[in-house]
């Protein structure tokens, strides 16, 4: 079965600093990866996703992952965060099954960027 | 309404009360999903329902019982819950089939059980 691991639970950064939010899934064949934000008091909102293609991919308001087969890892980053960028963070795979898909999620990254 | 819609946004109720959550989506998807997100635990599936077909059962309790009557709305019926229940209930809609795979998510019901 799929799986995803969040390194890290917390991570705490001042505004206008670089963040790394980290990701590892367990292999399979086909890989489709999602970053998900959620504010607070919010549903989930997509970040942005890897289902083919370049590698890198990027999102509206400055974050980019990238998906590393070798490594199995779709890190998160921003090279300069806001406050506003202050929510929590989940990776997530697609695992197909009987023409079904399910979204397995990661335990999720709380970040929080201080003044 | 656009995307994902989803009543009520708070929900206290009794542990012999019996309630509904609802969902209804927008965008002309054809699977539709309940999650459970409580404190400290990842995001848990529940059910899923593609093409109006119950696809997933997640090992839910019997007190919580899904329906979903046509592609566009899905219910998650509540009747003799524990605290422990206590959750924010997200709703997700996808169109399985067509390359997209991307759920798109409600804002949630907050659920207390006293």
């Known amino acids: 079965a799929q799986s995803v691991t969040q390194l890290d639970s917390q991570v705490p950064v001042f505004e206008e600093a670089p963040v790394e939010l980290r990701c590892n899934y367990s292999?399979?064949?086909?890989?489709?990866l999602f970053w998900y934000v959620q504010y607070p008091n919010q549903g989930l909102q997509l970040l942005l996703k890897?289902?083919?293609?370049?590698?890198l991919v990027e999102s509206i308001n400055g974050f980019e992952a990238e998906f590393n087969k070798s490594q199995t890892s779709f890190h998160l980053r921003k090279p300069s965060v806001h406050i506003s960028d202050t929510a929590e963070y989940f990776c997530a795979v697609i695992t197909s099954q009987g023409g079904s898909e399910k979204l397995v999620f990661g335990k999720g990254t709380k970040l929080t960027v201080n003044p | 309404e656009t995307g994902v819609t989803q009543t009520p946004r708070h929900l206290v109720m009794g542990m012999t009360n019996k309630k509904s959550l609802k969902c209804e989506q927008h965008?002309?998807?054809?699977?539709m999903y309940w999650y459970k997100q409580s404190a400290k635990k990842p995001l848990e599936l529940m059910f899923v329902?593609?093409?109006?077909?119950?696809?997933e059962n997640n090992s839910v309790p019997s007190r919580f019982s899904p329906e979903c009557p046509n592609s566009s709305h899905l219910f998650l019926h509540l009747h003799t819950l524990q605290p422990e229940d206590s959750a924010l209930y997200l709703c997700a809609s996808s169109q399985v089939g067509r390359g997209g795979h991307e759920q798109f998510f409600g804002p949630g019901t907050r659920l207390t059980v006293l």
């Open positions: 329902y593609n093409f109006k077909e119950q696809t």
């Open positions: 890897y289902l083919s293609g370049s590698t």
């Open positions: 965008l002309g998807h054809n699977a």
């Open positions: 292999s399979s064949v086909s890989v489709y």
